[in-house]
């Protein structure tokens, strides 16, 4: 074999016919691999690259071992193409074989030898083909703009830099996030960002969904499958085929859907609901969840062979808390894009408005703060959005955010007179910063955030004698001594 010739394995279980096969292609500027049986071609497969397989369907007595091979293919090695071969070509097998995703499919004894070689070769540039297109994307992707995912926070760009990433493979993406962080957002900017972009994306709420309607959504049905199923249907994997199927709150899928889903992951078909013959689909599967897949898995609720079919590419989606720079951006996208459904004049923002934002916690995330734009534009009267348009929640949760951050005291019953109160605080205050700094005047200073001076001025207002002969009174002697 000499370095740079494509790489073709050929499986048969005739060493005439398969020794025939690789001088044929040698012969014609292609280096092969000999495989006898389908354990020893996995194991090759397993080991290198390959730029094409050419396989017998039938091995032994096994009739499934060439669709055992490409299956695996398929899972493992999606973009080496799989040339099929046989003795016993029947119209099914060939449609079997291409649904199941080979690229051609050819008859033995050959017509001739020209005709092998060039249908392994088509395979072979048809790879070439894709991985270019790939490639294509990939650089494709990093200049396209991402057209909802709006943020400068450093959580944000990291999302955006692993969207850009991931979005021309093919490659099953499992996306985490708290419930209105946008998962269903970031799934459509993959999908618009991959070589998949002119095909379908179809989304789909596994948890808002009965069981039975959920199957027949995702699966299609034939009529008479059910009570009203008149005609037949197509079901959403299939309206998806070229492009993405984005299944939210994946965690709430029941059991015996996780079982069928499995199968489309492993084989790209499925059966539809009240049918006898499969479909073969070519779908990427984007999933989200709010859940801990793994903590469902342990207690026996999800399916764990079904875990790791979904999380080969997994993304967290930040919660708004985490990327609290980004609400002004937001808010002021939100208000921009609804005032114009709305059909009303786009209104200015008070400063002191974002900074009562940034501050709110923000349990539903971006669709809360989505929501509150929606709710601030229906009821606000002037042209100025301001504190008072904001709901009353937000408004007092901060309110009360500012009072925990203050220092606790405890009211004495009757009356006080505040300012020996305060003083009393500001006393306790300088000799826990004296005890902090070892009775050290200029770093007790510094702890409280005063001049040598100021702090000076302190001890002499508080009658604190200890230590007042060692300030150090160089520093700032121009300043007064009050504050």
């Known amino acids: 074999m000499s370095a740079g010739k494509p790489q073709v394995l050929v499986v048969d279980d005739d060493e005439g016919i398969l020794e025939v096969m690789c001088i044929i292609l040698e012969g014609r500027g292609l280096s092969t691999v000999k495989s006898t049986e389908l354990d020893d071609a996995i194991e090759k497969l397993s080991q290198r690259e390959f730029d094409a397989v050419l396989t017998d369907l039938y091995m ?91 943020g400068e926070s450093e959580p944000i760009k990291r999302l955006k830099e692993s969207i850009r990433r991931i979005a021309p493979l093919s490659s099953t993406v499992l996306i985490y996030g708290e419930s209105g962080v946008g998962k269903e957002v ?44 008149h005609e037949d249907r197509e079901g959403l994997l299939s309206l998806a085929n070229g492009g993405t199927v984005f299944l939210d709150e994946i965690g709430e899928m029941p059991p015996t859907l996780q079982v069928k889903l499995l199968r489309v992951l492993d084989n790209k078909c499925f059966v539809p609901v009240g049918g006898s013959k499969e479909i073969s689909v070519d779908i990427r599967v984007i999933s989200a969840t709010n859940k801990n897949l793994q ?62 934002l940034k501050r709110y916690n923000w349990p539903g995330n971006v669709r809360e703060l989505l929501h509150t734009v929606e709710r601030i534009l229906a009821l606000m009267q002037g042209d100025t959005i301001t504190l008072m348009d904001l709901p009353d929640d937000i408004r007092n949760y901060t309110l009360k955010e500012e009072f925990n951050d203050m220092i606790e005291v405890v009211l004495p019953e009757g009356k006080i007179g505040l300012e020996d109160y305060i ?34 001025y302190r001890l002499q207002k508080y009658g604190i004698k200890e230590g007042i002969e060692d300030l150090d009174t160089s520093e700032e002697s121009s300043q007064p001594q009050g504050e």
């Open 60 to 150: 032994g007595k096994d009739k499934e071992a060439g669709i055992k091979l490409l299956r695996w293919v398929r899972q493992h090695r999606p973009s080496v193409p799989v040339v099929m071969i046989t003795a016993y070509a029947t119209v099914e097998n060939a449609i079997q074989a291409m649904q199941e995703g080979a690229v051609d499919y050819i008859q033995k004894p050959f017509k001739s030898n020209e005709e092998l070689f060039l249908r392994v070769k088509r395979a072979i540039e048809r790879r070439h083909l894709l991985t270019d297109n790939e490639l294509l994307w990939r650089e494709r992707a990093q200049f396209l703009p991402f057209q909802e995912i709006i």
């Open 186 to 229: 970031i799934a459509r900017e993959i999908h618009e960002l991959s070589p998949r972009a002119n095909k379908k994306f179809v989304a789909i709420n596994c948890g808002a969904i009965p069981e039975t309607l959920l199957e027949s959504e995702l699966f299609g049905y034939k009529r008479g499958a059910f009570t009203g199923a």
């Open 295 to 356: 903590e469902l898995v342990k207690k026996g609720a999800f399916r764990q062979d079904l875990f790791y079919r979904l999380n080969v590419i997994p993304i967290t989606v930040p919660p708004l808390r985490e990327r609290v720079e980004d609400i002004p951006l937001l808010f002021s996208h939100f208000v921009k894009i609804v005032s114009a459904k709305m059909g009303l004049k786009q209104p200015s923002i008070a400063p002191e408005v974002m900074e009562v």
């Open 423 to 456: 003083a009393d605080i500001e006393k306790r205050l300088i000799y826990k910063s004296l005890i902090k700094a070892k009775y050290s005047h200029k770093k007790a200073a510094e702890i409280l955030g005063l001049t040598p001076r100021a702090f000076r």
